[in-house]
């Protein structure tokens, strides 16, 4: 009932840009963090940022002071992806923490949207 939906992957050139979006919809009553992840072939999911109700950011390593994300209103989150590099090809996945309508709180996923950096 609680979806997320990606936007924004594509293809595009090392050392360009890209903005991913993601929105939440259905019977939820509020949008607690939510954050990106991404997976390569052959290597395990791991954390790109992620962003608390509050405004608190976390990144994972590899993409800091490259990757920004933001959020839009309470059910939106945006990461824009600047001087991107052939490691940054991958599957990347929304995640959010949600209270639904009913009072549960669920951890939901996107179905992915595909960024290839080219060389």
Request: contains cysteine.
């Amino acid at each position: 009932q609680v979806q997320l939906v990606e936007s924004g992957g594509g293809l595009v050139q090392a050392g360009g840009s890209l903005r991913l979006s993601c929105v939440a919809s259905g019977t939820l009553s509020s949008v607690f963090v939510m954050g990106w992840y991404r997976q390569a072939p052959g290597n395990q999911r791991e954390l790109v940022a992620r962003i608390s109700s509050g405004g608190i950011t976390t990144y994972g390593d590899s993409v800091k002071g490259r990757f920004t994300i933001s959020r839009d209103n309470a059910k939106n989150t945006d990461l824009q992806m600047n001087s991107l590099k052939p490691e940054d090809t991958a599957v990347y996945y929304c995640k959010a923490n949600v209270i639904s309508d009913a009072g549960r709180f669920l951890e939901v996923w996107g179905q992915g949207t595909l960024v290839t950096v080219s060389s």
